[in-house]
Nanobody, 124 residues
Framework: QEQLVESGGGLVQAGGSLRLSCAAS????????MGWFRQAPGKEREFVAA????????LYTDSVKGRFTISRGNAKNTVYLQMNSLKPEDTAVYYC?????????????????WGQGTQVTVSS
């Protein structure tokens, strides 16, 4: 059995910050990377950030570099997304994912591992 639970979303003004959390359970996630995706209305789900199992490697989409930071908790199946300097275009439902592989340029998500999502709304 596997489970992904996101939390931390909400409403924030432009320039503000939020910290998203994802708690995963189940052996599916052992020794695998984890990542965050987001989906805005009318758009496809977009990759945001990923982190290796050990936490020694991270990957970000260009639009969030320098603003977002992905990290793992002491429990490797816990992942956070610190979002600073938020912009209205960051508004989306954010999903965490247990992946299969993380290269130096691409994150390969796990098809069976998606959370329910948490809404992030950034106002002007």
């Amino acid at each position: 059995q596997e489970q992904l639970v996101e939390s931390g979303g909400g409403l924030v003004q432009a320039g503000g910050s939020l910290r998203l959390s994802c708690a995963a359970s189940g052996r599916t996630f052992n020794n695998y990377p984890m990542g965050w995706f987001r989906q805005a209305p009318g758009k496809e789900r977009e990759f945001v950030a990923a982190i290796s199992w050990s936490g020694d490697r991270t990957l970000y989409t260009d639009s969030v570099k320098g603003r977002f930071t992905i990290s793992r908790g002491n429990a490797k199946n816990t992942v956070y997304l610190q979002m600073n300097s938020l912009k209205p275009e960051d508004t989306a439902v954010y999903y965490c994912n247990g992946g299969t592989y993380l290269s130096d340029s691409h994150y390969y998500p796990g098809a069976r591992s998606w959370g329910q999502g948490t809404q992030v709304t950034v106002s002007s």
